[in-house]
C-alpha cells in the first residue's frame, strides 16, 4: 500500500501579528515594478501576508516595521500611506 500523501493548503505568516494562517485566509503584499505597493496574491517578487480580517494587523505591521522586513528595504511615508490605500480598497471590494 503507497503512503498517504498529506495534501494541506500552505501556511504564512501575517507580518502584523505574526500568526500562521493558511494562505486562504490572508491577503498578498507585494511591490510592483516602479515600487509601489499593490495587493495581488500573483504579482511577481517579495510578498508580505497580512491578515485579511481589518485594520489590526495593517496597524501592527507597520509599527512593527514587518512590510521592511519581509521586503528587505526601507519604506518611506508614502510607500505606506500607498499601502493604506491598497489595503482600504482591498477591504472595500471584499465587502461588496
Not at 1 to 20: A, F, K, L, S
Not at 25 to 32: K, Q
Not at 45 to 74: M, N, S, V
Amino acid at each position: 500500500m503507497p503512503p498517504t500523501v498529506d495534501i494541506t493548503e500552505p501556511q504564512r505568516t501575517c507580518v502584523g501579528c505574526r500568526t500562521v494562517r493558511p494562505q486562504s485566509t490572508l491577503v498578498r503584499y507585494a511591490l510592483a515594478a516602479n515600487g509601489s505597493p499593490v495587493v495581488s496574491r500573483t504579482a511577481a517578487g517579495r510578498g508580505a501576508w497580512l491578515c485579511a480580517g481589518g485594520e489590526t494587523c495593517l496597524q501592527k505591521a507597520i509599527k512593527r516595521r514587518g512590510f521592511e522586513r519581509a521586503w528587505k528595504r526601507p519604506l518611506t511615508a508614502a510607500d505606506y500611506e500607498a499601502l493604506r490605500i491598497a489595503h482600504e480598497a482591498m477591504m472595500a471590494n471584499m465587502s461588496n
